[in-house]
């Protein structure tokens, strides 16, 4: 079901968002399975979203299982299910004390009930969260919004790109948010991977060099930091070039 959230102000501050890869391998790397990494995934996400505030992050999207991740074997899956409902059964009162309001976006028609149900609990108890809005793509393929959101538009959109933006947040169930400032991805690879395609059009890349179960802290304080020293043009002109 779309949510209409007219009324909603998104915190203010930077919108990051997170690939988190390389649970697999870093649990690989311990001679231990797969979903020990993910569980190990699930305790640093438990850390960003405690240190995101501090560091102005008003916004903060998790890339936690996308829409192509059904491909991967039924035990891991239903794992990282179990994971979710867990992730969201004992974090929503701690969101609650941290002025955090949670989100998940994606598809829903292919979850559990029981998950679907742990998920419109979690968003109806923190929807009052002002200090972060904590979005977690599950089931969520930054394409298929789009199709969703052009279908919704019709033949002959009348709107702005932001009316598009708009509709976009809508069909994939979150409030409107403004565009991604960083995108941060872990684990080595650096791609997209059908993450928020419309959402980073002008978002800064990074790629710090561990995997998931290994960020932290310090590091996500050291890329906001360097974020923070780059000149963002948005295809203009820098700062000296246009005042010659
Ligand atoms: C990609 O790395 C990671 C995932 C598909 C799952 C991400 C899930 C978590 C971080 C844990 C739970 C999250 C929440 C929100 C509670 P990969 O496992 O494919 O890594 P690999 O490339 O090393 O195989």
Redesign the pocket.
């Known amino acids: 079901m779309i949510q209409s959230d007219t009324e909603y102000t998104n915190p203010e501050g930077l919108h990051v968002g997170m690939i988190?890869?390389?649970?697999?391998?870093?649990a690989a790397a311990r001679g231990q399975p797969?979903l020990f990494?993910?569980r190990r995934?699930?305790k640093v996400?438990t850390e960003m979203v405690e240190t995101a505030p501090a560091l102005g992050i008003g916004t903060l999207t998790?890339y936690?299982?996308s829409s192509d991740?059904w491909k991967r074997p039924a035990r891991e899956v239903s794992g990282?299910m179990r994971?979710?409902r867990s992730?969201l059964a004992s974090e929503t009162a701690r969101c609650v004390e941290n002025g955090v309001r949670l989100c998940i976006i994606g598809r829903r028609d292919r979850l559990s009930p029981a998950l679907i149900h742990a998920i419109q609990a979690a968003e109806q108890t923190t929807r009052a969260g002002k200090r972060l809005l904590l979005r977690?793509a599950i089931d969520y393929s930054a394409r298929d919004s789009i199709v969703a959101a052009a279908r919704c538009a019709g033949e002959c959109f009348p709107g702005s790109r932001e009316e598009f933006g708009a509709l976009i947040a809508r069909v994939t169930n979150s409030p409107v948010v403004p565009e991604v400032d960083l995108l941060i991805r872990t684990?080595g690879e650096q791609r997209l991977s059908d993450f928020l395609l419309w959402e980073c059009a002008y978002a800064e890349l990074a790629f710090p060099d561990c995997m998931?179960p290994e960020m932290d802290a310090r590091r996500l304080g050291r890329v906001i930091e360097d974020f923070h020293s780059r000149e963002r043009r948005f295809g203009g002109l820098a700062h000296t070039a246009a005042a010659s």
Do not use: E
């Open positions: 988190m890869d390389g649970n697999g391998r870093w797969r990494g993910h995934g699930a996400v998790l936690a299982f991740n990282l994971l979710f992730y977690i684990g998931w």
